[in-house]
């Protein structure tokens, strides 16, 4: 056998205790100047665009983000947005079309420009 071998080694690492004092319930906050997801956002919408196909609820929840920065229900689409999602542009209008078939949202297409897309309440 080697005695080689240093059995401290094979121990799993000391994980540090957090101080009472710090514990808290709450959620994690966005730090200041961070992007955030404003709310609240009904759920059942949120529940029929995820039992959608593809990426519609990305471009969902993308739409409801440019919402809360609005402060309003009528949104450009934002590719931009939709890239940092992960989110091509072929696969944001696949997207945006599920979500209109669903009765999530209506949407305005104009030729050369944004598409408007206004949120809709969820039945």
Same mark, same amino acid.
């Given at each position: ?80 947005? $939709?890239? @940092?999602? +992960?989110?091509? =542009?072929? !696969?944001?209008?696949? &997207?945006?079309?599920? $979500?209109? @078939?669903? +009765?999530?949202? =209506?949407? !305005?297409?104009?030729? &050369?420009?944004?598409?408007?897309? @206004? ?5």
């Amino acid at each position: 056998m080697d005695s080689d071998i240093n059995i401290e080694n094979l121990r799993w690492p000391k994980v540090k205790a957090i101080p009472a004092g710090h514990l808290s319930n709450k959620p994690p906050r966005h730090k200041a100047g961070q992007h955030f997801l404003k709310g609240p956002i009904p759920w059942n919408w949120v529940s029929k665009a995820a039992q959608l196909h593809g990426k519609a609820l990305h471009v969902g929840i993308c739409l409801w983000y440019l919402a809360g920065l609005k402060i309003s229900r009528v949104v450009p689409m934002s590719m931009e947005r $939709l890239l @940092e999602l +992960g989110v091509n =542009r072929f !696969a944001a209008y696949r &997207g945006l079309k599920a $979500l209109e @078939e669903a +009765g999530l949202v =209506r949407v !305005a297409r104009h030729k &050369g420009r944004l598409s408007k897309v @206004e949120l809709l309440d969820c039945a």
